[in-house]
């Protein structure tokens, strides 16, 4: 059985949530609150928790999970055609035996008969803890208190020997989880990697149709890859990416490198990859085929990586190898009329695996074979296709689905003469799957098709009000999801959905024919300006890390929004969807990406902009210009930008613009400092007046390490203080940690050794909550001095090399002027004048430890410095 698997960003402890949806709504709501306040994971399969679920994906996500939350109403929920129990029941059958069950009932609740039967024997599991509540309030309270209790019980237990070191932050191990099996592609995974690892190959394409499985081949390639590439495999996909600009960025944020602007991203990647055999898998490179040139600029830039690249169209450039993806065979070809053979062909194995998901009792007998075999014949092999043919095997038997296909199949492959061939079958799949489904369930899959993969039920609702549907979005997502038409996964506790490319176009296809696209795509924008509102109040606040999280669910989304609002020439909205959102760019390191928006939205602004819209427009723009030794009218046009949004009372406007002025004159070759200072401490007072924490303390930040070029050490203390008070006082985190490492290195500074070990743990403890390894490097930095200040040359020596590889590995890297570790390292070592054998075995030691923290990833390091203790006999 293949095994599914839930990943985390920082792989915390999961909780499976087992309720009924509807009913206890408001129930999963405070359950999940107050699952996530305590840092945890909530697995809750809202669609994917319909009644019948394929049950070996509710046995694989039980097995991963950590403890088993079940919450009961009324109702024992629906028992599904076939079945003799309910999704409920099954989920708490399924749960592990010695999985940690909490059990919370609603009183007063006039239970249904069934239901009262299973808390009867939920009641005998002596593994189960049970409790009544009367509100979602109490629930929420009910479920913290008992996983705090629960955790910290287990944590005094697993003491003793129990290995609690989270996995590092490893961006080049990150491949998509699939939910289900690859089927019949075992030649294909050999052959494409036997020629991935030809002597000089640089780039393979896989080239077929849509629907061919090009990904999942290229995923499957990719999990087999480690002993070709022994630094990994990392998955691009390129499905949101439309600009050829963008392709850069989209590989740099794929391999964990923020795309800041200090440092060319060309120069990031070279530094990130060099030395490191890595294999790239670059996904739908078709819709950016002339972005193409650029992968050969890769082969200079990684020497040692090799891109697999999937793609419907050759990309024609020096040094592409093309593996064409066949069709699952659905016949022995040395016996084609032989049913008995055909029925051992991947493509027949594929469509029973996949009718078993809907309908588990389902079996090749002698009165369906030749019907089965019959289907996956039509169909030509096409994995989509069949996959789509054997979603309706909950209501159709294979006899009529062939009966369909042989009537309905070549009149629809007629119809689209100017496809390929395997493409038209796909296309006429697509259109019989559909004509199956209702008009309201056609109206939705036609409309969720203006979505980017990765959205969530609260957005198809919302796209849902402001187009008017008059009918039940859950009901018919499901249906949608049951056909295959719509796919589901589950991350981080919420149900997240995604259309496949071909799927998409087809619906995309039908809007545009009804002249339906262009007020679909603009409800969608709507849609994401509203979340960006939303999200906008937590970004600068203690609700930082949950809003981030939130965005990143739907970040393919808004940027098809934004897209979508340039390319209408809408700048009022693109610029205010880019402004509200402005942390979160900052924070993930996407803001590169958004001046090339608004590059565009600039050249198409005529004179009716309005002053707000050419000022956030210059912002960003003149944001990525300002680094690499700027002309001085970058830091004038910052200015005059904060002048327009003076002009319109906007305090934030003005702070940020005045800031970004100040850095950008002291980036220019030759700086007016003093402008610089003064435009840097009018912007700190401007984010303080606008309650905006996080600025004012990046201000205060930004003076202190003025003040120590210029040899202010006192001065620079108190403005790291201040800041660090600013940042805290929001609850902001990423602020937060930019200003402890400031300060606990001026406290070390000063002599002190203890104040600045407990501020560097913090800041370590902050960036891995944001999952930020240039905040991660710092603080080991930090405790890399303090340790070798104390003698510890073992431990110095792990934290400096973990520090090094982790900035090389995201190319990431302080000023010169402000690396300072490296000092308190080198005084470790005796003059080799006095004590030449002293040196040269200090020496040894510490390259033998630099080697040894270079292998660690980032969490493996914080963990290590965390909770690693100083030896006495280190010294």
């Known amino acids: 059985m293949s095994t599914t698997t839930i990943r985390t960003p920082d792989q915390r402890l999961r909780i499976f949530v087992s309720s009924t949806l509807r009913e206890l709504e408001r129930e999963r709501i405070a359950a999940r609150g107050a699952i996530e306040r305590l840092r945890l994971a909530p697995v809750m399969f809202e669609l994917g928790a319909r009644p019948h679920p394929p049950r070996e994906l509710y046995r694989a996500y039980l097995a991963q999970s950590d403890v088993f939350v079940g919450i009961y109403g009324e109702r024992y929920g629906w028992v599904a055609p076939g079945e003799d129990i309910s999704g409920l029941e099954d989920e708490y059958r399924l749960a592990p035996a010695a999985l940690p069950k909490l059990i919370y009932l609603k009183e007063p609740a006039d239970r249904d008969e069934r239901l009262e039967e299973l808390i009867d024997r939920i009641r005998a599991d002596d593994t189960a803890s049970y409790k009544s509540y009367a509100t979602p309030e109490e629930l929420a309270e009910l479920v913290t208190a008992d996983l705090a209790t ?67 081949l290229s995923l499957a390639v990719a999990a087999a890859s480690s002993d070709a590439f022994p630094d990994g495999a990392v998955f691009v996909p390129l499905e949101n990416v439309l600009e050829p600009g963008l392709l850069l960025p989209t590989i740099g944020y794929a391999l964990g490198i923020r795309d800041t602007g200090e440092l060319a991203l060309t120069e990031r990647l070279s530094i990130a990859l060099e030395g490191r055999r890595m294999l790239l898998v670059l996904d739908n490179f078709e819709q950016i085929v002339d972005a193409a040139p650029i992968l050969v600029e890769l082969y200079t830039l990684a020497p040692d990586v090799v891109l697999l690249v999937t793609s419907r169209v050759l990309l024609r450039v020096r040094g592409e190898r093309v593996f064409d ?38 079996a090749v007998t002698e009165a369906n074979a030749a019907a089965v075999v019959g289907i996956c014949r039509a169909l030509e092999g096409v994995p989509l296709a069949i996959e789509l043919a054997a979603a309706r095997m909950r209501v159709l038997t294979p006899v009529a689905i062939l009966d369909r296909l042989d009537r309905q199949l070549p009149l629809l492959v007629e119809s689209s003469r100017d496809l390929p061939e395997r493409q038209r079958t796909l296309r006429s799949t697509i259109e019989w799957s559909t004509g199956l489904l209702t008009a309201s369930e056609r109206r939705l899959l036609h409309d969720l098709s203006v979505f980017s993969p990765g959205f969530t039920l609260d957005s198809v609702e919302a796209l849902g009000t402001r187009r008017g549907w008059d009918f039940d979005a859950f009901e018919a997502l499901e249906m949608l999801v049951d056909s295959s038409l719509v796919e589901q996964a589950d991350i981080d506790g919420e149900s997240v959905f995604s259309m496949l490319a ?19 795509r603009t409800s969608h924008a709507e849609v994401y300006l ?40 809408d700048a009022e909205t693109a610029t205010d969807v880019a402004w509200r959102l402005y942390i979160y760019w900052w924070v993930g390191g996407y803001l590169m990406e958004v001046a090339a928006w608004m590059e565009e939205l600039r050249a198409r602004m005529d004179r009716d902009a309005t002053p707000r819209e050419t000022a ?90 003025l003040a120590i070029l210029g040899n202010e050490p006192e001065e620079a203390m108190a403005l790291f203080t201040r800041g660090l008070a600013a940042a805290a006082a929001s609850g902001e985190q990423f602020a937060t940690t930019i200003a402890t490492h400031h300060l606990a290195r001026m406290l070390l500074f000063g002599g ?34 303090i340790a070798a200040l104390r003698g510890d040359v073992e431990r110095a020596g792990v934290l400096a090399g973990a520090a090094t590889a982790m900035r090389k590995r995201v190319a990431t890297f302080d000023t010169p002027d402000f690396v300072y570790h490296t000092r308190y390292v080198a005084a470790l070592v005796p003059d080799p004048a006095d004590d030449p054998a002293g040196a040269a075995e ?22 290590y410095a965390l909770t690693g203790a100083t030896a006495a006999s280190a010294r």
């Open 502 to 520: 071909t799927v998409r176009e087809y619906g995309i296809e039908r809007l545009r024919e009804a002249g339906d696209e262009l007020p679909a």
């Open 616 to 705: 956030i427009a210059d912002f960003y723009i003149c944001w990525r210009d300002m680094w690499n030794a700027p002309p001085h009218s970058v830091a004038q046009t910052l200015v005059r930008a904060a002048g327009f949004f003076d002009d319109l009372h906007d305090e934030l406007g003005v702070a940020m613009s005045l800031a970004t002025a100040g850095m950008a004159e002291l980036n220019t070759t030759d700086p007016d400092l003093a402008a610089a200072s003064g435009w840097v401490s009018q912007a700190s007072e401007r984010f303080r007046r606008a309650g905006a924490g996080w600025g004012e303390s990046l201000g205060l930040v930004a003076l202190g390490r």
């Open 325 to 362: 993806v066949p069709p699952l065979a659905s016949y022995d070809a040395a016996s084609p009329e032989s049913v008995t053979r055909a029925l051992t062909s991947p493509a027949v194995e594929l469509f029973v695996e996949r009718a078993r998901a809907v309908k588990p009792d389902f």
């Open 842 to 863: 200090i020496l040894r030691r510490l390259a033998a430890a630099e080697e040894r923290g270079a292998e660690y990833g980032a969490f493996e390091a914080a963990e």
């Open 752 to 785: 002190d050794v203890d104040e600045p070990e407990r501020l560097f743990r913090s800041a370590i403890e902050g960036s891995m909550r944001l999952a930020h390894e240039e905040g991660i490097a710092y603080g080991l930095e930090g405790l890399c001095a």
């Open 530 to 569: 509203e979340l960006a509102r939303r999200m906008e109040r937590g970004l600068g606040t203690d609700r930082q890390i949950a809003s981030v999280a939130r965005l990143n669910l739907e970040r393919g989304n808004l940027r098809a929004a934004v897209r979508h609002l340039v390319s209408i020439g």
């Open 150 to 216: 629960l955790l910290a019980e287990r944590f005094d237990a697993a003491r003793p020997g129990v290995d609690v070191t989270p996995p590092a932050i490893d961006h080049a191990s990150r491949l998509p989880v699939s939910f289900t099996p690859l089927i019949g592609r075992d030649r294909e995974v050999e052959a494409v990697l036997a020629r991935l690892q030809e002597p000089g190959t640089r780039l393979v394409t896989l080239l077929g149709p849509g629907g061919i499985g090009k990904s999942r």
